[in-house]
């Protein structure tokens, strides 16, 4: 069974940073290209980033510059630094394994709240 589980969010103020971090289990994780995605409040899910089993990196437009993905295949963790923040990255962050849009490839979320 995919487990994902997120940590890191909370509440910054605008131009703060935070870490995300999400420790996977229940699948092979060292082989399977993950994503960060998000979801504002009355919007749907809106992918930001995503990273090869070899570290190749791609991002949206929405966040290229200010996030940076990561992971370290020898603890199942993926990571996402969020510098720069902005009011409307206010959102539940969420990593994923593909497909992101089925629920059961997602975790719970965690939620960053940017607000001065």
């Known amino acids: 069974e995919v487990q994902l589980v997120e940590s890191g969010g909370g509440l910054v103020q605008p131009g703060g940073s935070l870490r995300l971090s999400c420790a996977a289990s229940?699948?092979?994780?060292?082989?399977?290209?993950m994503s960060w995605v998000r979801q504002a409040p009355g919007k749907g899910l809106e992918w930001l980033s995503g990273?090869?089993?070899?570290?190749?990196?791609t991002y949206g437009d929405s966040v290229k510059g200010r996030f940076t993905i990561s992971r370290d295949n020898a603890k199942n963790t993926l990571y996402l630094q969020l510098n720069s923040l902005k009011t409307e990255d206010t959102a539940i962050y969420y990593c994923?394994?593909?497909?992101?849009?089925?629920?059961?490839?997602r975790g719970q979320g965690t939620q960053v709240t940017v607000s001065s």
């Open positions: 990273i090869s089993s070899d570290g190749s990196t």
């Open positions: 229940g699948f092979t994780f060292i082989s399977v290209y």
């Open positions: 994923a394994k593909a497909p992101y849009s089925d629920s059961k490839n």
